[in-house]
C-alpha cells in the first residue's frame, strides 16, 4: 500500500531538520499529517511514525517474528559492536536478553541502592558551597561511576580511570547536533587517522576494546562466585543449551551497557535537578515528602515515595531521553487501526509525540508530577523506555539511580539554577538531553535527621 503522507522536504533537508532541532521537526509534522505520517531522512528508507496509543500497542503487540528490529538498527553498530542485543533478532536476541536480564531485577538491582547513594554524595562533595557546576557534568559522572562499580565492579585503579575518561570523551564526541551527524551519514565514517573526526573517535573506541578484553580475561582467569558485578554473572551464565557468552558477546554487551546504562540516565537526572529547581512548589512538596522519612536511610524505603516516583515519571515523560522507539521492519504485511502495510515498511512508536498528547496528558508542556497521582497510565500511553520485548532490561535500575541520586541531593543540599532563564532540549547524539551549558550551584548544606545515615554503605 501507499505511505501515508508526510513532510514533502527532500530526504536531505528532512535529516538536517531531524539532526537540528527534531522536536521543532516532531511537532510541526504531527501538526500538518496527524499522528501517523512518513519521514524520510536521507539515505534511509522511509520511516512510518505513529503516535496514537492504540496504533502503538497493535505494533508492540503483535508477533515479534513479523520484525526485524536488530537490523533496522544499524546507525547503532559503531558505538556498541554487532552482537549488541540491540542489533539481535530472533532467538540470538531472545537468548541474550534471557541472559542480561537477572541482573537487573529483584535483590541484585536493589543491592546497588547504597553504593548509588555513596557515590552520589563523594560526587557532590567535592563541590564547595557557592561554587557554580555543569550539572550535566556532574550527573554523568555519578551514572557512569554507578555503572561501572556495577558492572565491572570496580571503582578505582588505573584501568577505572582509563575507561572513565575514554568513555566521557567518545560520548562527548558525538554529543552536538553537528557532531552526531557521523551517526546518520555512513560516508563521513572514514577513518583518515587521528586528525579526521571519525578516526578519532574510532581510535577511542580501540582503547575502550583493549581496557574491555582485559577485564574479560582477568575475570575468566579468577572467577570467584562471591562477586555480584554484571561482568561476572554473565561470564558465568550459560543458555539453554549450556552455552556461555564469547568474548565478543561481551564485550558488545558492556559497550552497551556503558553508554545506554549511564548517558540516558544522566541526561534525565539534569532534567530533574532543573525542574525542581525551577519550580519551587514542586520542589517543596518533595522535599516535605523526604524529611518525612526522618531516620529512615533505607534505599528501599526511599524508592517507594510516590510524589519522589512521580517526580521522575513526570520527568521521563516530558523531555523523554528517547523520543523515538527502536525502528521495526516488517517482515510480512501487518494491519494497523484499519490500515494494511506491506512487507518492509519500517515503523518507529514515537514516544515524544504520545507524551505531549492533549487527550492523555492535559497541558503537555507543563511540568505537573501531580498527574501520575491522579492517573494510571498505560503502556502504550507512557513509553519512557520503549515497549514490547525490545523495552529497556535497565529501566528499573535507571528509575531506581535517579530517586536516589535526587534523594541524596536534595536532602543535604540546598541548589539553584545560576540562570533561570527556561532552557530548551536538544539533541545529544541520538538522544535528548538539556543544554550542556546548565549550570547550578550549591547555596548551603541542609541539616536534618534524615542526613546523618543516608549515604551509610
Known amino acids: 500500500m501507499q505511505l501515508p503522507k508526510g513532510p514533502t522536504a527532500s530526504p536531505f533537508i528532512q535529516v538536517i531538520q531531524w539532526i537540528a532541532d527534531p522536536l521543532k521537526y516532531l511537532e510541526k509534522s504531527a501538526e500538518m ?23 502503538i500497542q497493535e505494533l508492540f503487540t503483535a508477533d515479534f ?63 564547595s558551597p557557592g561554587n557554580s557546576f555543569l550539572i550535566r557534568e556532574i550527573t554523568q559522572k555519578i551514572t557512569l561511576r554507578v555503572i561501572l562499580k556495577a558492572v565491572f565492579g570496580i571503582a578505582s585503579g588505573e584501568r577505572f580511570q582509563q575507561l572513565e575518561r575514554l568513555l566521557g570523551e567518545s560520548l562527548e564526541s558525538l554529543s552536538s547536533p553537528f557532531s552526531s551527524s557521523l551517526l546518520f551519514f555512513p560516508f563521513l565514517q572514514k577513518d583518515l587517522g587521528e586528525w579526521s573526526p571519525w578516526g578519532r573517535f574510532m581510535s577511542r573506541q580501540r582503547k575502550i576494546d583493549q581496557l574491555l578484553y582485559a577485564e574479560i580475561e582477568e575475570k ?28 565478543q558477546e561481551l564485550r558488545d554487551e558492556l559497550m ?42 533505607d534505599p528501599n524505603a526511599i524508592a517507594k515515595l510516590p510524589y519522589l516516583n512521580a517526580v521522575c515519571q513526570e520527568t521521563l515523560r516530558i523531555y523523554p531521553v528517547a523520543m523515538i522507539s527502536f525502528p521495526r521492519k516488517l517482515t510480512t504485511s501487518l494491519e494497523l487501526m484499519g490500515r494494511t502495510f506491506s512487507a518492509g515498511t519500517r515503523f518507529l512508536g514515537c514516544i515524544y509525540l504520545t507524551h505531549h498528547r492533549e487527550d492523555i496528558y492535559p497541558e503537555p508542556k507543563k511540568f505537573k ?43 543535604r543540599y540546598n541548589l539553584a539554577m545560576v540562570d533561570n532563564r527556561p532552557i530548551k532540549p536538544q539533541r545529544r547524539g541520538l538522544t535528548l538531553a538539556a543544554p550542556p551549558g546548565t549550570k547550578m550551584i550549591i547555596s548551603s548544606k541542609r541539616e536534618a535527621n534524615f542526613n546523618k545515615t543516608l549515604v551509610k554503605a
Not at 499529517?33 to 496504533?55: K, L
Not at 540516565?265 to 518533595?286: C, D, G, I, M, R
Open 220 to 247: 575468566r582467569q579468577n572467577p570467584d562466585a562471591s562477586r555480584t558485578d554484571i561482568l561476572s554473572m554473565l561470564i558465568s551464565a550459560v543458555d539453554a543449551e549450556g552455552q556461555s557468552m564469547s568474548n
Open 256 to 297: 552497551t551497557l556503558l553508554v545506554a546504562g549511564h548517558e540516558t540516565t544522566a541526561s534525565a537526572l539534569s532534567w530533574a535537578f532543573y525542574w525542581l529547581n525551577t519550580l519551587p512548589e514542586v520542589k517543596e512538596k518533595l522535599m516535605a515528602e523526604l524529611d518525612s522519612l526522618g531516620d529512615n536511610s
Open 369 to 411: 508530577p501531580e498527574r501520575f497521582l491522579e492517573r494510571q497510565y498505560n503502556a502504550y500511553e507512557y513509553l519512557p523506555f520503549g515497549g514490547s520485548n525490545r523495552r529497556c532490561i535497565g529501566a528499573a535500575l535507571a528509575l531506581y539511580e535517579m530517586k536516589l541520586v535526587i534523594a541524596t541531593v536534595l536532602s
Open 65 to 127: 517474528k513479523k520484525f526485524e528490529v536488530g537490523s533496522a538498527n544499524g546507525i547503532l553498530q559503531p558505538l556498541f559492536g554487532s552482537q549488541s542485543l540491540i542489533l539481535l533478532d530472533g532467538e540470538s536476541h531472545q537468548r541474550q536478553r534471557q541472559l542480561l536480564m537477572p541482573p537487573f531485577h529483584g535483590d541484585r538491582m536493589r543491592s546497588y541502592g547504597n553504593l548509588i547513594c555513596k557515590l552520589t554524595e563523594e560526587i557532590f562533595s567535592q563541590i
Open 33 to 55: 499529517y496527524g499522528d501517523c505520517f512518513t519521514a524520510r531522512w536521507g539515505y534511509q528508507p522511509p520511516f512510518v511514525i505513529i503516535s496514537h496509543p492504540q496504533a
